[in-house]
Nanobody, 131 residues
Framework: QLQLVESGGDLVQPGGSLRLSCAAS????????ITWFRQAPGKEREGVSC????????YYAADVKGRFSISRDNAKNAVHLQMIGLKPEDTAVYYC????????????????????????WGQGTQVTVSS
């Protein structure tokens, strides 16, 4: 069974940092495109950051660029999302998702951050930014 499991969500004060992890079981992540999405209450799920398979390329939504960093940990079969300078508007459930489609195909097709483009999803981890 192909599974993704997110971890690392927490309650943090504005300006704080968190590192989210997305671990895979049943398949190897390094040949898949992996994207972090988030969904706040009453809002649609939105793409946050993506990392491609080889050649490795990263993508970021405009409102997190410079604050979030996505990376692979192939030894642990995981992808991490390092978040700094967190803001209350970053509060959401964060999901990781995987697709076999290469990120370049998604990017030029305009579907890089389209949830329907991804085949495998984790259950999500809650990030709350509040004082």
């Amino acid at each position: 069974q192909l599974q993704l499991v997110e971890s690392g969500g927490d309650l943090v004060q504005p300006g704080g940092s968190l590192r989210l992890s997305c671990a895979a079981s049943g398949f190897t992540l390094d040949t898949w495109t992996i994207t972090w999405f988030r969904q706040a209450p009453g809002k649609e799920r939105e793409g946050v950051s993506c990392i491609s398979s080889s050649p490795q390329t990263t993508y970021y939504a405009a409102d997190v660029k410079g604050r979030f960093s996505i990376s692979r940990d192939n030894a642990k079969n995981a992808v991490h999302l390092q978040m700094i300078g967190l803001k209350p508007e970053d509060t959401a459930v964060y999901y990781c998702a995987a697709t076999k489609t290469h990120s370049q195909t998604l990017y030029f097709g305009g579907t890089l951050f389209a949830p329907d483009a991804y085949e495998i999803w984790g259950q999500g981890t809650q990030v709350t930014v509040s004082s």
